[in-house]
């Protein structure tokens, strides 16, 4: 079983739609959480990191994290062609740097 | 500024061949880490370097996979005798204590087909 599970998509919305992508972890030590979006044939980039439970709002986005659930998720509000990617999260615990990354979900926002 | 920068962007290489990757990272940043990511299987690690300290090779598939990184900046991933299962995008980050710590930044990947 993997430590970070995320549903790969792919997903597919309207332009306007609200998206929620989620993943699903079972290592307890895990406190630091991220988001990052890929373009295609780019690297990641970093979109939201929170530490611990609790929400983040940033412009359209929001992540919260559940940890009580080992469950993340990331709304997207308003979403925007702009916005099609693959969305990958990922966590750490407090020691060490190594993240570890879900699958990532497919995301496309159409016009 | 210049961000994290690598070298070849594709390769394409025979089975048995021998590879290099290039990682350049930020320039200041004393973290560098090295992934690696195939369909299906979200990015995996690799290998750390953190300064001066010996660097966290937990992550490498197999001993034909080595890494160096020269005076703290440049790093170079090596896979022996390559295989097909190692076709995938290799992508190098780097952070910085200084820049927010747990921040990585990622380079665009280098993509390696064996064929």
């Known amino acids: 079983q993997k430590e970070v599970e995320q549903d790969p998509g792919p997903l597919s919305v309207p332009e306007g739609a609200i998206v929620s992508l989620n993943c699903t972890y079972s290592n307890s030590a895990f406190q630091y959480f991220m988001w990052y979006r890929q373009y295609s044939r780019k690297g990641p980039e970093l979109l939201m990191y929170?530490?611990?439970?609790g929400n983040k709002e940033d412009g359209r986005f929001t992540a919260q994290v559940d940890k009580s659930s080992k469950y993340i998720s990331l709304f997207i509000r308003d979403s925007q062609p702009s916005d099609s990617a693959t969305y990958l999260c990922?966590?750490?615990?407090?020691?060490?740097?190594?993240?570890?990354f879900g699958e990532g979900t497919q995301l496309t926002v159409n016009p | 500024g210049a961000g994290v920068s690598q070298s070849p962007s594709n390769k394409v290489t025979e089975k048995g061949k021998d590879v290099e990757l290039r990682c350049d990272p930020i320039?200041?940043?004393?973290?560098l880490y090295w992934y690696r990511q195939s369909l299906g299987q979200g990015l995996e690690f690799l290998i750390y370097f953190q300064g001066n300290s010996a660097p966290d090779k937990s992550g490498l598939p197999s001993d034909r996979f080595s890494a160096e990184r020269t005076g703290g900046s440049v790093s170079t991933l090596t896979i022996q005798r390559t295989q097909q299962e190692d076709s995938a995008v290799y992508l190098c980050?780097?952070?910085?204590?200084?820049?927010?710590?747990?921040?990585?930044?990622f380079g665009p990947g280098t993509r390696l087909l064996v064929l």
């Open positions: 990922a966590m750490k615990g407090t020691s060490g740097s190594r993240l570890t």
């Open positions: 320039s200041g940043h004393t973290a």
């Open positions: 980050a780097s952070s910085s204590r200084l820049a927010g710590g747990e921040t990585q930044y």
């Open positions: 929170t530490y611990s439970s």
